[in-house]
Structures are given as C-alpha cells and as structure tokens.
C-alpha cells in the first residue's frame, strides 16, 4: 500500500483492499496453486490494522466467494479512542514506540495537525460531552475489557468536557475502517478465527487484548499469544547481530499457530 505522507486515510485502507479481493478472485489463486480454502490475512503494527480494517470489511461483502480461513494480527493498531489505556499509561516512555510517537503517527495517517497531539494524549477528543464519541464509549471499555492482570492500579481518564472539533477536523478518528477495534458487534461476529500477538512493553498491548476480547465475546475462536517480556516491534530481530530472543520466540510461536491453525 501507498504510505504517508504521498498518500493519507483512507487509501491505505483501499490499496490493502483491492490487493486482497484481486487475490482472492478464483483465478488468481489458481494463477499461483493457491489453495482457497487456506488463505489467511495477516500484518503486524500498521500492517495489523489494514489486516482487520480489510477483514471486517471482506466479512461484509456478500458478493465474495472465496473468503479468508484465519486473520493473525502482530501487536495491531487498532484504535485512536483513549489514549490512556493501562498499556499507554505504563509503556509510555517506552522504547521503540512511545505514546507521543503512536500520536504523531496517527495524526501523519489521518493529514491531521501537530497542534492536536496534546489534546488527543488527554483523551479531549472522546469527552463525555463529544456527541460523536458517545456510541462507541462501550465497545471500548477497557475496565471491563482488560484482565486485572493489565489493569493492575491505572485508572480511566474521561474528560468531562473536551473538544468536539476535533473529530469535527478528523472524523477518521471514529471511522472503524482506520480504527477496527469500535466495529459493531455484527461485524465482528463475521470475523475468521483469529491469531492476536501482544507484547507487555507496548503502548499497544491492550488494542490487541481488548479485541481479542470484544471477539471472543462475538462468538469467535480467538489465540492470544502474549508476551510477558516482549516489545513492540520485536519480531524483527531475528538476523544477526540482531537475532534477539524476542523475535525468535514471537516469531516461532506465530509460524507454529499458522501451521497448526492453516
């Protein structure tokens, strides 16, 4: 797919789109002796939320004949509604990808403005008294989402009043084909079985979790694959000089799923 800054949301979404519906046309996958009864979609990060974005939206279509058997999501992106989250709030200096950076990345895919970063980090644009935000509150409670093992002592933070502007300037933030995790229960009850990794040392551990969580509650087989000393980004390390015990371990263990799962 295309990347910032030549291209913004929503074409990202639609590249990965038509790539996908173009290889799971019947002749295609015969083209290259695929197997369609064996595809799986799969990202990691970024990747990992084009992968839902395009599977929720592949579920939809009822003109597709061939659809994907498994999604497998790599410590995925998943949404831009709290910033705060128990993850965000305990890896927020972390190395790698820090919150103000996941921020600033979100503002770059959405064309967005620089000046909004802070407010978003204080979560001003779901306040209680942004009407826009109000329906989607519940599909991302993380207080009843989250074990108490990711809990542990954080509390919510709800602003009270904020600023509607800013999902008046960048209504991408609640559109669920860049932000999966607030699709409707409808959709994701049409969800493939999933694969989620996470990592604890990721401000984006919790999007993974809470999803793997509003799927399973849908009525999907869900795998959350987590790791205790892991971080984001990690599987990459796997060459030398950086071959990483991180990486080898994610990456085996997400080699050994699609192997017994595909």
């Known amino acids: 797919y295309r990347l910032v800054p030549e ?6 979404f639609h590249d990965a789109l038509r790539a996908t519906k173009h290889f799971l046309q019947p002749d295609v996958l015969a083209e290259y002796s695929v197997d369609p009864s064996r595809i799986a979609i799969s990202g990691d990060s970024a990747g990992g939320n084009l992968a839902a974005a395009v599977c929720q939206q592949l579920s939809k279509d009822e003109h597709l004949t ?10 995925p992106v998943l949404q831009a509604f709290d910033f705060n989250t128990p993850s965000y709030q ?44 109000l329906s989607f509150r519940g599909r991302l409670n993380w207080t009843s989402l ?9 509390k919510p933070v709800i602003q009270t009043t904020g600023k509607a502007e800013i999902i008046q300037e960048i209504p991408a933030l609640l559109d669920v084909r860049a932000v999966p995790l607030l699709a409707e229960n409808e959709t994701l009850r049409l969800q493939p079985k999933t694969y989620i990794l996470t990592c604890e040392n990721d401000v984006l551990r919790d999007d993974g979790v809470m999803y793997a969580k509003r799927l399973e509650n849908a009525g999907v087989e ?31 263990s997400y080699i050994k799923w699609l192997d017994e799962n595909l």
């Open 66 to 75: 061939i659809r994907p058997k498994l999604q497998a999501l790599i410590y």
């Open 146 to 154: 989250l074990p108490s093992s990711f809990k542990k002592n954080y």
């Open 7 to 12: 291209v913004c949301f929503p074409e990202q």
């Open 90 to 133: 305990q890896n927020m200096n972390m190395p790698v990808l820090p919150r103000y950076v996941m921020i600033n990345y979100w503002i770059d895919y959405f064309n967005g403005n620089y000046d909004l970063a802070h407010s978003l980090l204080i979560n001003n644009h779901t306040a209680l008294d942004v009407g826009q935000a």
């Open 222 to 252: 869900v795998t959350l694959d987590h790791f205790d000393d892991c971080f984001h980004g990690c599987m990459i390390f796997t060459i030398w000089p950086t071959d990483f015990s991180a990486g080898v371990q994610t990456r085996n």
